[in-house]
């Protein structure tokens, strides 16, 4: 990885200058949102931030449930920005939990890993249901987490994540020791290994979703290929995909569309329940898409 510019691969908001005026529109559309559908909101920690908002789906009682976690590299940005992310799901008959959590630098990403598993470990202990997990950016990151975690040995369903859809996922830690982010993370080289889902036993049996904006970095979407590859050969149902015109921000608005390819891929991995080998979700190994769900 020699001559990499990490700094400008990995600084999103240079990318994009125009992200201000993005996320004030999540801000907008979310708060829409909950006024329009308000959630049912929950504790699953001490902080104030490690609470959940809970978006109840359409229709039938018994409806799966989706937890979206959301980005800002650890370290910045606000769970009700992306209320409105629950829309699309919602109108399928999908409820939606947007969790919090703590940020760095008070916290470590460490903790922040523990803090997501503790709030899906509460979203059983609150609805008895399986939890897919979708996530955006430092999100993606902890879907590919809790996807990868040891429920079991926690004294929950072996199964309690049974799939993951990580949109502009980090999987490897250590490319950002360099750049600016790690500021306030202050990662250390062991700890962002040992942090580093691409690292970890792939999770077989179960499915993950790579997705991408095509207009990002080269290396967002070299992690994203690279997870797929490599988790499909230890049996993870895994798909690849870079969506055409899309960048790190804009990626992630097809969730708040009910009619969208995203959003149906998702209520699709929603519905799924794992079986051997990776069979199922949409396939068995690594599927490589550059635009729409076929």
């Known amino acids: 990885m020699a001559g990499i510019d990490y700094e400008a691969e990995y600084n999103n908001r240079a990318r994009v200058p125009e992200h201000p005026a993005i996320i004030e529109g999540w801000a907008r559309d979310a708060a829409a949102y909950r006024e329009a559908h308000p959630p049912r909101s929950f504790a699953y920690g001490d902080s104030e931030r490690q609470a959940i908002d809970l978006f109840a789906g359409t229709g039938e009682e018994a409806r799966p449930l989706v937890m979206f976690i959301h980005g800002g590299y650890w370290q910045g940005l606000h769970p009700a920005y ?20 703590d940020l760095a ?28 997990v979708a996530g955006h950016s430092a999100g993606g990151h902890l879907a590919a987490c809790l996807l990868a ?6 004294g929950l369903p072996a199964d309690l994540v049974p799939g993951a859809y990580a949109i502009s996922g980090l999987f490897e830690l250590r490319p950002l020791l ?3 982010v790690n500021r306030a993370l202050g990662l250390q080289p062991a700890e962002a290994d040992r942090l580093s889902p691409l690292l970890w036993p792939a999770p077989a049996g179960r499915a993950l979703d790579a997705v991408v904006g095509a207009r990002e970095s080269d290396e967002y979407l070299r992690q994203s290929r690279t997870i797929a590859e490599r988790w499909a050969t230890a049996g993870v149902a895994t798909r690849f995909e870079a969506l055409p015109g899309a960048d790190h921000f804009t990626v992630i608005a097809p969730l708040a569309d009910p009619g969208s390819a995203m959003t149906a891929r998702v209520a699709e991995l929603a519905r ?23």
Do not use: C
């Open 82 to 101: 992306f209320s409105h992310l629950a829309r699309g799901l919602n109108a399928r008959g999908i409820d939606v939990a947007v969790p919090g959590y």
């Open 105 to 132: 630098p008070t916290v470590h990403v460490g903790e922040i890993v523990d803090q997501m598993r503790a709030a899906a470990g509460r979203l059983w202990r609150e609805t008895g249901r399986r939890v897919t």
């Open 149 to 154: 975690t040891d429920w079991a040995a926690a």
């Open 178 to 180: 360099t750049t600016s």
């Open 272 to 294: 799924w329940l794992p079986s051997p080998m990776g069979r199922g979700a949409g396939g068995e190994g690594v599927r490589r898409k550059t635009s729409g769900f076929g």
